[in-house]
């Protein structure tokens, strides 16, 4: 029997963060005391009133086949949200609601780009774009950025990575995994370089929106010049704790948004009718509900910048947005241990969590083999403790 798959998988890897979550529940399966700070998902329920937007939706039946780009009250709920909270003005013609924010992304690759294309993106960045690109067919284009630039890309940097060949670039602010920040002078440095070439397009990854410790969330589609060029993608599973929900959207000129939801309709059709009025009353409250759990990420942030800071061989800054660090841990490369070499943030991954028990993601997955990812979406005594296991293991290494 031929038990070969297509040469379209071949293209694809596992995803790093979700292949270190099933590493962790294997240890933890064989007895092993396991923190896990792998994977990006909030440590709250659900808010009391979306859940119970959910129940009146079973009550009333939305338990049928729906429209494809998601039903019409939802998406005007949505176009109010972009009015609120970004001063942006869509029609739901120009949304589509997808089985969460990564099908949105995805639908939005597949439908612009594909061979003979190229996308450019800032490393770090999320696992799944480098995967999703090389599935279109298209070239994936990596601007490298560090801890030094805190890990944001300049419009220098951006204006020599742009080509004919240029179709997308994805901007992802707050990030996923450096949890930067790009401030409002920053996006109109970019958006300079982006208005020099016709073709270009932005897929702005906004997902981690209501999760923001200093300035006022910017919307790159509200940056002059660039709503008619930038598909806005966002959701609902980080800023109110909706994961296993799974609703994203995007926002987009219409023309894109009808070809998403062409796409959709082959792959997925419309999305759970009662997760979508979960979303609606979500999106409806916005960030308000949200506030409770932004505030606790924000204390979490301080006492793990100074407790991880203080660990030899690892260098962080100060993100302003999402729940991740990303600390280069490049002084530790070259150190042993007596199952080898240190070499990448994912050697130093899979070390702590034989030697620590903590789960991380190695920064190789991102495009930043000098860095590391640690979530703290978890409660302060248990992020206490994994960095006290993180201090002691570094000092067993041997220089």
């Known amino acids: 029997m031929d038990t070969n798959t297509s040469r379209l998988l071949s293209r694809l890897s596992e995803s790093a963060t979700i292949a270190m979550s099933r590493k962790a529940r294997e240890l933890k399966t064989a007895g092993r005391?396991?923190?896990?700070?792998?994977?990006?998902?909030?440590?709250?329920?659900?808010?009391?009133?979306?859940?119970?937007?959910?129940?009146?939706?079973?009550?009333?039946?939305?338990?049928?086949?729906?429209?494809?780009?998601?039903?019409?009250?939802?998406?005007?709920?949505?176009?109010?949200?972009?009015?609120?909270?970004?001063?942006?003005?869509?029609?739901?013609?120009?949304i589509v609601?997808?089985?969460?924010?990564?099908?949105s992304l995805m639908n939005t690759v597949l439908a612009l780009v594909g061979d003979g294309d190229e996308v450019v993106v800032a490393s770090p960045y999320w696992v799944s774009y480098a995967d999703m690109v090389r599935l279109s067919g298209a070239t994936l284009v990596d601007i490298k950025t560090g801890i030094d630039s805190d890990f944001k890309m300049t419009a220098d940097q951006l204006r020599a990575a742009l080509t004919p060949k240029t179709r997308l670039v994805f901007l992802n602010s707050p990030c996923n995994p450096s949890g930067s920040v790009y401030s409002r002078g920053e996006f109109e440095a970019l958006a300079a370089v982006i208005a020099e070439h016709d073709r270009a397009l932005v897929i702005s990854d906004e997902i981690y929106e209501y999760i923001q410790f200093g300035e006022p969330h910017v919307s790159f589609a509200g940056i002059a010049g660039m709503k008619d060029r930038t598909i806005t993608v966002n959701g609902v599973s980080k800023g109110f704790a909706m994961t296993g929900w799974r609703i994203g959207y995007i926002a987009a000129p219409q023309w894109i948004a009808e070809a998403c939801t062409k796409l959709q309709g082959q792959f997925t059709?419309?999305?759970?009718?009662?997760?979508?009025?979960?979303?609606?009353?979500?999106?409806?409250?916005?960030?308000?509900?949200?506030?409770?759990?932004?505030?606790?990420?924000?204390?979490?942030?301080?006492?793990?910048?100074?407790?991880?800071?203080?660990?030899?061989?690892?260098?962080v800054n100060r993100p302003t947005g999402a729940f991740y660090l990303f600390p280069d841990v490049s002084e530790l490369f070259g150190s042993t241990h007596a199952g080898g070499t240190i070499n990448s943030g994912q050697d130093l991954a899979m070390y702590l969590l034989e030697d620590a028990g903590i789960a991380t993601v190695g920064g190789d997955a991102f495009g930043s083999p000098a860095c590391l990812r640690l979530s703290y979406a978890a409660s302060e005594d248990v992020l206490r403790e994994a960095i006290e296991r993180i201090a002691a293991s570094v000092a067993r290494l041997k220089p």
Do not use: W
Request: aromatic share 8%; hydrophobic share 35%.
């Open 33 to 94: 005391d396991i923190i896990s700070l792998s994977l990006g998902e909030p440590d709250f329920d659900t808010p009391d009133v979306i859940k119970a937007a959910a129940y009146d939706a079973i009550k009333n039946n939305y338990t049928h086949y729906m429209p494809v780009p998601g039903y019409l009250e939802v998406r005007e709920a949505i176009c109010q949200k972009f009015e609120r909270d970004n001063g942006l003005a869509y029609t739901p013609e120009q």
């Open 97 to 103: 609601v997808s089985t969460g924010a990564k099908q």
């Open 269 to 315: 059709s419309g999305t759970c009718g009662i997760s979508q009025k979960a979303a609606q009353a979500a999106v409806e409250h916005g960030g308000p509900i949200a506030e409770g759990m932004r505030l606790e990420f924000g204390k979490r942030r301080e006492m793990v910048i100074d407790l991880l800071g203080a660990v030899p061989g690892f260098r």
